[in-house]
């Protein structure tokens, strides 16, 4: 049960991370800023390292130039 939630809270902060680094893309500096010190702070208590947007991009299929495109 532990290693259950543990493995939730590790999607939960890659996602967090995730949607910090998107909303600093679109210019919502302060927000995305706030999102990636929060998800920082649990990606490092479960000792993971710290998503890209490419390594979403991969996940999901599509080509990392497709985020310069728009």
């Given at each position: 049960?532990?290693?259950?939630?543990?493995?939730?809270?590790?999607?939960?902060?890659?996602?967090?991370?995730?949607?910090?680094?998107?909303?600093?893309?679109?210019?919502?500096?302060?927000?995305?800023t706030?999102?990636?010190?929060?998800?920082?702070?649990?990606?490092?208590?479960?000792?993971?390292?710290?998503?890209?947007?490419?390594g979403?991009?991969?996940?999901?299929?599509?080509?990392?130039?497709?985020?310069?495109?728009?």
């Amino acid at each position: 049960m532990q290693a259950e939630a543990a493995g939730a809270g590790a999607e939960q902060a890659r996602l967090e991370y995730w949607a910090g680094l998107l909303l600093i893309h679109a210019g919502r500096e302060v927000e995305g800023t706030l999102a990636l010190e929060r998800a920082g702070v649990a990606l490092e208590r479960l000792d993971l390292p710290q998503p890209t947007l490419e390594g979403l991009f991969q996940e999901l299929g599509l080509e990392f130039d497709d985020l310069t495109e728009t």
